[in-house]
């Protein structure tokens, strides 16, 4: 049933506050799809569901892997954030870096 599983989104959600609280910032700036009247204050992370890659079996869709798009924003071109999410998540990958409104943004892919 649906219900028996983990809510693999929470679990994701808490992995990146612990990721924050690790890096001595608050684990409330860890964003899952903010609206835009969110007043967020930096550094942050954002996070999005990005694909699902399906697994099939006996023509049934066996397994959903849920890819997120997560990205962090600070405005310290340093930050040590994104390395510690790229060091220490399994299938987390490095999409790209841009800069917008003097903010740093760090995106990565992973898959959880």
Request: proline share 7%; with cysteine; charged share 20%.
């Amino acid at each position: 049933m649906a219900s028996e599983r983990p809510n693999r989104r929470i679990a994701l959600q808490k992995v990146l506050e612990d990721v924050m609280e690790r890096n001595g910032f608050s684990k409330e700036e860890v964003y899952f799809q903010p609206p835009v009247s969110v007043k967020m204050s930096y550094p942050s992370i954002v996070y999005n569901l990005s694909n699902i890659r399906p697994v099939y079996a006996n023509d049934k869709l066996y397994l959903g892997s849920k890819a997120y798009s997560i990205t962090i924003i600070d405005r310290n071109p340093d930050s040590k954030i994104p390395d510690d999410i790229l060091f220490t998540q399994p299938l987390c990958s490095f999409t790209r870096f841009f800069t917008s409104d003097n903010l740093n943004h760090w995106v990565f892919t992973m898959y959880f």
